[in-house]
């Protein structure tokens, strides 16, 4: 499938955009004047985006449009609202967002300021994650620069919309990438997630109504605005609309962020954009969308990338984040890795998540050193049977269990080859280094 | 109220409360260890699972600490999927948990035993290596914490910000490297520390004072009131093999403590157990108190006092109503004075509990009509008097020894019923007696005004 | 001690940007480990003194946060990622240069005190893999030699 149209990062790839002269003149800003100029009424632009089919960049896939009527009727709740905008990037495999924020922040600014118009919110609060100093510092810079210009702040453009736009940081917790997590760690407290029901739209940060919506995905809304939604909605498939950033890494030749529409498949992007695998190797297994997703076969890299095709097919699209492997990797290291990233992740609230993800990193860990026990494999699965679906306040149990029961459904066999020998055949000479204070 | 059926019964429940509540005040077991109905609800543990349906949506397992019960709501806390969700949650919550119960004070009122034996699996599935951190850790000098066994519920942490309202605790880190701390290791402050280790659900938070005491089957249970100030918390007193009281809990009452007592009451039960109690009766004879029998010590105290136009009997605050009635009719028939030892209000009163009235029933005396009388105006009417019988449990501990070994033995003639004896030249007789855990009777608190009738914990020494 | 009278200054204008004053915690405790290069226990206080809460609190939070060292380190942190696309590119080989190019050992300083070396979760950099952030500064698609040659050239 050839490519259809690009729109996400032909600005981006502008020398300079990130600064508020260069972006205007490619087109920054132009939805928010036509909005507020023409005064679409913000449920105009919710429809819009309801019916472009716009759904969110953050891993879910919740339908944008529907989620910003969640908010109450400020005539009935005249609380005060908010746009949080989640720029936590922290999902293994994901560095696209980074790239909006870094290389075009007054479109990200624009997309903010149009979300909030859209929720009748009077101010946005963007949580970057801690470590993304030049994204923070870019959109920073754009937020002042649209400040002088009367984009954001009071009567934007002399209109009635007033806005305050605010940088907050996070602290290098992968948990606060998770809404409601977001808002305790936005409050000032421990970024435990919150339980749900309430749900953020009636009980949000501070207690009052609140959004949260992904960067990528509020990316979108002045392109929406701008061109229409039946544009937007001509881009894609039936259920996954418009254009995505696919990250691409691991064992490939070309690594990257690349745009596409949604129904390109795993293949092409993988053979014609990202140069193939790598030292000519093979695909053994790949995470189509992040690692909270389940492992694929390398035979499944026919699949169709987009929402539908990926759960059809026993996955999900999560954040678009592929990460490939070659055929000469261990499983049991990568599973390694992954439930160990979980085990470091865990907020610690839910008993079955606290504990579960220390077990299956204690077990991938063992197994992958040569100390695998026969019932290690089954202990997995019951495991994670045990983490998942839905029996905890959020769903990092749910996605340190998911790719653990695809890598036991997928990679049994060399699971249990790596007990039976109390070696693993495909593990990789480690380098040695001393470390402190007995950590492993 | 709304209605909703409860393992097929149809109860009423408050929907602003959480539906855990409502199972509970209705005989439905749910296990909870995050959940405290003094506190708010968390739903972190996830232990409490029902299975629950509204409407047409199909029933699902959940939480009961975070759902409110709606109209119409069917609730089974008994079905398949709801235990084999606990039972999985157990498991994991044992995956850590040391093999602590042969040494651990909770065993046997442990809910982790308990809902394990209830629900759990009847071994451990893998020998995974087991959490390595402080066992010994002490917050001060009251609670010492195990952090291998804690599980994580942060009822700790939250009682110290809901009820005292200063935060004292933390859970530090996050996901398994989590344990509950104080900031630099600093002592816990305050008069509510204990409440913590009746809040532990497990063997983490344990009374330094109770440590290795005592095994909670051997221990006596008996529903009593806290008399260390006016507020009459309500208490149990448990006492170990008919001897020494072992410790003194707080029992839930809603209008006057609601779960908690503070540290003054909890470890008062110590004076409880002192040596050298006064048994029977002892009389004067020369310089020397002899025991003597106690019919005939009381029957010749009775011919003096009913001799004695010059009388005064000064009564303890701890004596009951039914105590207080029947001594000032006897005083009012002798046409003697008669008065209770009103204490000073200390420092401790606070917001919370303490009422800084330093005993329990001034108002149930009062209300007798017996006068209140200062520790100096008490003393004054002792001296005035040629016959004086001071009455009740630390009567000589509010006079204070030092002033009665002042008073003139010539002048006047003192009679004591106490704990214990005290042998200073004015007192000529002594009458051993059963202290508030070891008798029944009734005080009345300052507030919320309710009388409460205590039993005896254990026979008098 | 008490916060600097310019990060109390910085901190009050910092609050007017949200309804309670609590919020400016994550960065409060950014600033602040900048000024005085780590969380100490006395920076906790000074913090919790500013905002009105017990200083049990503000550690609480402050330990949450794997960005927040709460213990002293070295003039310079070297975070390493080792999550899984800069493991399967050789983020391993990229722990053991930087180690052998500070001498420190891994979650540790190196002796002369100039550098601390520790490995981190995901930092986002996955399409240039392997990578490090020095002293909040990304350095991407590195090899073991790139990675000593940055090293060696902090002063």
């Not at chain 1, 894609?236 to 690594?255: D, R």
């Not at chain 2, 004070?105 to 959490?131: H, I, S, V």
């Not at chain 2, 009451?265 to 002192?274: C, E, P």
């Not at chain 3, 493991?87 to 002369?112: F, K, M, N, Y």
Request: glycine share 8%; aromatic share 6%; charged share 25%.
């Amino acid at each position: 499938m050839s490519q259809t149209e690009r729109y996400l990062l032909t600005r981006a790839n502008i020398e300079g955009a990130h600064q508020l002269a260069v972006a205007e003149k490619n087109g920054a800003y132009e939805a928010l004047r036509k909005v507020l100029k023409e005064g679409i009424p913000y449920s105009t632009v919710i429809d819009e985006v309801k019916k472009s089919g716009l759904r969110g960049r953050g891993g879910a896939g919740f339908s944008t449009g529907m989620k910003w009527t969640f908010m109450p009727d400020p005539a009935k709740d005249p609380r005060p609202r908010y746009l949080a905008v989640n720029a936590d990037e922290s999902e293994p495999g994901t560095c696209k967002d980074r790239v909006i924020m870094q290389r075009d922040p007054h479109g990200f600014v624009e997309g903010v300021l149009l979300a909030a118009y859209a929720i009748r919110a009077q101010a946005a609060y963007i949580y970057v994650r801690g470590e993304y100093r030049l994204p923070h510092d870019r959109v920073k810079a754009a937020i002042e620069e649209a400040r002088a210009k009367n984009l954001v702040g009071k009567n934007i453009l002399g209109s009635d919309f007033s806005c305050e736009v605010y940088m907050h940081r996070g602290g290098g917790a992968y948990i606060c990438g998770e809404e409601t997590g977001l808002m305790e760690s936005l409050e000032g407290k421990r970024g435990h997630p919150r339980p749900k029901p309430p749900f953020p739209a009636m009980f949000g940060l501070w207690g009052q109504p609140t959004t949260v919506n992904n960067v990528e995905t509020v990316f979108n809304v002045p392109f929406i605005m701008n061109r229409g939604s039946a544009w937007f909605a001509s881009l894609g498939t039936a259920n996954s609309k418009g254009n995505f950033l696919c990250g691409i890494s691991g064992h490939v030749n070309k690594p990257g962020v690349y745009e596409f529409s949604f129904g390109i498949t795993a293949k092409e992007i993988l053979e014609q954009h990202a140069g193939g695998m790598w030292k000519g190797r093979g695909l053994k297994a790949w995470f189509p969308g992040g690692s909270s997703c389940s492992l694929l076969k390398g035979s499944d890299i026919d699949v169709v990338l987009d929402h539908d095709s990926l759960r059809a097919r026993g996955s999900s699209l999560g954040t678009a984040a592929m990460i490939m492997i070659d055929d000469h990797t261990s499983m049991a290291r990568v599973m390694e890795i992954i439930s160990r990233f979980y085990d470091h992740e865990s907020c610690g609230q839910c008993s079955q998540c606290r504990e579960g993800t220390q077990w299956l990193s204690q077990i991938f860990r063992r197994i992958a050193h040569g100390k695998g026990k026969a019932d290690d494999v089954a202990t997995l699965e019951a495991l994670a049977k045990g983490m998942a679906p839905g029996k905890t306040i959020c769903a990092l149990s749910d996605a340190a269990a998911i790719p653990t029961l695809s890598a036991v459904r997928l990679f049994k066999d060399e699971l249990i080859e790596c007990v039976t020998r109390q070696a693993d055949p495909l593990a990789v000479p480690q380098p040695h280094y001393a470390v402190a204070g007995g950590h492993h | 109220m709304v209605k909703i059926i409860v393992n097929g019964r149809e109860v009423e429940a408050d929907p602003k409360k959480p539906l855990i509540k409502a199972c509970h005040d209705n005989g439905a077991d749910v296990p909870m260890y995050c959940y405290h109905p003094g506190l708010e609800p968390v739903g972190s543990c996830r232990i409490c699972q029902v299975e629950v349906k509204q409407g047409d949506a199909p029933a699902r397992v959940m939480v009961a600490c975070r759902t409110q019960p709606a109209e119409g709501m069917v609730v089974d806390t008994e079905s398949p999927k709801a235990h084999a969700t606990r039972k999985e949650c157990l498991e994991f919550l044992l995956k850590n948990h040391p093999l602590d119960c042969p040494i651990c004070d909770k065993a046997g009122e442990c809910d982790l035993q308990d809902f394990t034996y209830a629900e759990g699996q009847d071994a451990g599935r893998t020998n995974e290596p087991r959490r390595e951190l402080d066992k010994r850790k002490s917050l001060g000098d009251t609670i010492v914490l195990d952090q291998e066994r804690c599980i994580l519920c942060s009822r700790c942490v939250r009682f110290f910000e809901e009820v005292p309202k200063q935060a004292q605790l933390t859970v530090s880190d996050l996901g398994s490297r989590s344990v509950i701390a104080t900031f630099m290791d600093r002592p816990l402050k305050g008069k509510y520390q204990g409440n913590i280790a009746d809040l532990c659900p497990v063997g983490a938070l344990t009374l330094k004072k109770f440590r290795f005491q005592a095994r909670v089957w051997n221990l006596v249970k008996m529903a009593s009131t806290c008399g260390e100030c006016s507020r009459g918390c309500s208490t149990t007193v448990e006492v170990l093999r008919g001897a020494d009281v072992k410790r003194m809990r707080p029992r839930e009452n809603e209008a006057v403590n609601k779960f908690w007592m503070c540290d003054i009451g909890r470890f008062s039960f110590d004076r409880h157990n002192r040596s050298g109690r006064l048994q029977g009766a002892a009389v004067r004879e020369g310089v020397q108190l002899v025991p003597y029998p106690v019919e005939e010590a009381l029957t010749r105290l009775r011919d003096e006092l009913m001799r004695e136009k010059s009388g005064a009997w000064i009564l303890s605050p701890w004596l009951t109503i039914e105590e207080g009635e029947r001594i000032k009719a006897v005083a009012e028939r002798l046409g003697h004075a008669v008065c209770f030892v009103s204490p000073a209000p200390n420092s401790e009163k606070d917001d919370l509990l303490h009422t800084g009235d330093p005993c329990p029933n001034r108002r149930g005396l009062s209300e007798l009509g017996i006068p209140a009388a200062p520790v100096a105006q008490a003393l004054e009417a002792l001296r005035g008097v040629k016959s004086a019988v001071l009455i009740g449990e630390r009567i000589v501990e509010l006079l204070g020894a030092g002033e009665l070994a002042k008073v003139d033995a010539t002048k006047t003639r003192v009679h004591l019923v106490d704990e214990y004896a005290l042998d200073i030249p004015c007192v000529l007789s002594v009458y051993g007696v059963a202290n508030c855990v070891e008798r029944t009777g009734t005080w009345v608190r300052s507030r919320p005004s309710r009388h409460r009738r205590w039993a005896r914990a254990r026979l008098p020494s | 001690m008490a916060l600097e009278a310019n990060l109390v200054a910085e901190f009050d204008q910092l609050a007017k940007n949200y309804p309670e004053k609590r919020a400016i915690m994550m960065l409060a405790l950014h600033r602040l480990q900048d000024v005085r290069g780590w969380l100490s226990p006395e920076a906790l206080e000074d913090l919790a003194a500013y905002l009105g809460m017990e200083p049990v609190e503000v550690f609480g939070v402050a330990s949450f946060y794997p960005m927040y060292r709460l213990r002293p380190c070295g003039q310079h942190v070297v975070s390493i990622c080792h999550n899984i696309s800069c493991d399967l590119r050789g983020a391993q080989d990229i722990v053991a240069a930087v180690c052998e190019a500070t001498g420190a050992p891994l979650h540790g300083t190196s002796p002369d005190g100039k550098f601390t070396v520790t490995t981190v979760e995901c930092a986002g950099a996955c399409a240039n893999a392997p990578m490090f952030d020095l002293d909040g500064v990304y350095h991407e698609d590195l090899t073991p030699e790139k990675a000593k040659q940055i090293v060696r050239s902090v002063k």
